[in-house]
Structure formats: structure tokens, C-alpha cells
């Protein structure tokens, strides 16, 4: 199902470093960030933090492939070919994702993957994923997609606008609760898949940043683990 553009309530939340919540990767002291909510988002826990001003990924990430790394505070990714970089931090099945990210392209082509096993990683041009695959602007900048599995398959939300500027930098708001993944991009949301068999439990507890050719940066990145 892909539904209209909705407004939802901007709130702002202090982030400090003043202890470990399941895992807090890289951040150092504290700052002023803009958050957003949806209107149906449940008590939230905050899991993992991760804005990257280090040199290296370390042992909280495992790439899968060449072509991924830390430049300037950010988490950069190009010609990856769907080999993902995966959070190793297992997740809840009902959990926010939020996270910054830009393509240097006209391609666009920002890709992440959710409720993945955490190690696979393709073996062949057409990929099939363990999880969902989100994609802004992808096929050389003409589709928005959140897929289950697999992107070239059934079971789609497709979205044709908006198209990735290059060089924008976005935020995304990933929210999944039950059947439901929703999409939020700049506070708006732009697609929801309703999964009639959600991809839960064992096998499906991974986050990963993704891509095939084009240059894309991510950063800032905030889990949360979604309450009753």
C-alpha cells in the first residue's frame, strides 16, 4: 500500500553520552538534534547511537564486501553491490530506525536493509534479501521501494517522486509494528508495506546500510525499541 504525504509533531530530544543503552557507538558529549515521531509511535527505548566520528567501523559492524568505510564522521558507501554492512546488535521485531543520509549522485540509489539474518550478502545480480530492502531513488533515480526480499520482486510499495537531489542530505524514519514498515522521509511519510506474513523472530533481527554503484553517505543513526 503506498499512502499520501502526512505531517507528523517535530519534537526535539537531548542525546548524552552518560551511559551504555544496549549499545552507543561513537557518540561524545552531548547535543541538540531534531527528532521526529509518528502519531502512531509506541514508548520507545533507545538501543543504538551512532554518528561515526571515529576511523574505523569496529566490532559493532561486519561488512560483507569492499567498498564501505568511515570518511569525515560519516559512514560512506559506493560499489558495494548489495554487499550490506550489518549492525552485529541483534533487534526487536518492533523498532524505529532513524538515520541521515545523501547520495554524491544523480543515480540516488540510497539503500538500507531491515529484519535481515546479519551476514548475507549477494552472490549474484539478482539479489535476494533475508529482510526488507528500502530503497530512495532507485534504477537510476526513477523509484522509491520498500520490498520484502526481494527489490526486483512481489510484494512492493512503489513510489515514483520524490527524486534524490544529489548531494541533499535526507532523514529517514524507519517504523515497523506488527504487519506494518513504515517510511517517513524529512518528517513525511512516503510508503507503508502491510506484510500479511511479517519477517520476524530468528533470522530477522538485522540492520544494514546497503548500495550498488552510486556514492551515499549515512550518519546519525538512532534505534529504538518500540514498547506496548
Known sequence: MVTGHRPRLKTKTRFCSIGLIGVILGMQGCQELPRTYS????DATVLVRDDFEREGLGEAWRTTGSGVGIER???????????PCWLTLPLPDDVRIGFDAWS?????????ELAGDGHSAASSANY??????VIFGGWNNSRNVIARRSEHGTGQAVATEPRVQPERRYHFDL??????????LDGQQL????????LRG?????FAFSGWEAPVEFDNLVIEALGP
Open 191 to 198: 510508503l507503508v508495506l502491510e506484510d500479511p506474513e511479517p
Open 73 to 83: 564522521g560519516h559512514l560512506r558507501v559506493e560499489g558495494v553491490r548489495n554487499h
Open 39 to 42: 502519531t502512531r509511535a509506541r
Open 175 to 184: 517504523t515497523r509494528v506488527g504487519h506494518e514498515l513504515s517510511w517517513e
Open 202 to 206: 530468528e533470522g530477522h533481527r538485522h
Open 104 to 112: 554524491g549522485s544523480e543515480e540516488g540509489d540510497i539503500k538500507v
Open 128 to 133: 535476494v534479501a533475508t529482510g526488507y530492502v
